[in-house]
């Protein structure tokens, strides 16, 4: 089925495959049976569906040791997990200043450890001064070539235990 060049963003943002030939777009149609110019092949980014979990583990108030953040990686369309991550796939975002803690923790990946099952697990610290006691909240983005998904969490820094 060929689409003119206006109607082909919208293919290919819903579309799992396409190919264009010369300009053209053709979805389920073999290069063969279309034309005898030569067709690339177009694979559109496949989303990844990431969930966050973060907890103090040894991070408390006036210290600067790490949190822990436990992110789980999924393939939206397969339902397999994603293990082929390493740590520059993933970025770690502290949002908002801190009443009482004068640094973040943005990007400050202290530990990685890639589990094998899609779980990620990774810890983060501040960056020059203590851990203040409240909620954090965080964003964590994943990234892998074509593929990409975020997901946010609250870690939570108390003074008691």
Do not use: E, K
Not at 47 to 75: E, F, I, K, M
Not at 115 to 126: D, E, F, H, L, S
């Amino acid at each position: 089925m060929l689409r003119p060049w206006g109607a082909r963003r919208r293919l290919i943002a819903s579309a799992t495959r396409v190919m264009v030939v010369r300009g053209m777009t053709l979805l389920g149609a073999s290069a063969s049976r279309a034309t005898s110019f030569p067709v690339t092949a177009v694979t559109v980014p496949t989303a990844l569906l990431v969930q966050v979990q973060a907890a103090a583990g040894g991070a408390a108030v006036d210290n600067s040791s790490p949190a822990d953040v436990l992110v789980l990686v999924t393939n939206p369309r397969t339902g397999q997990a994603v293990t082929d991550l390493v740590q520059s796939n993933i970025a770690v975002i502290n949002h908002f200043s801190h009443v009482g803690m004068s640094c973040g923790f943005s990007n400050n990946i202290v530990s990685f450890t890639n589990v094998g099952t899609g779980a990620y697990r990774v810890q983060v610290a501040p960056v020059g001064c203590a851990w203040a006691p409240g909620d954090f909240l965080m964003q964590v983005i994943v990234t892998s070539g074509l593929r990409g998904g975020q997901a946010a969490a609250t870690l939570r820094i108390s003074t008691r235990y």
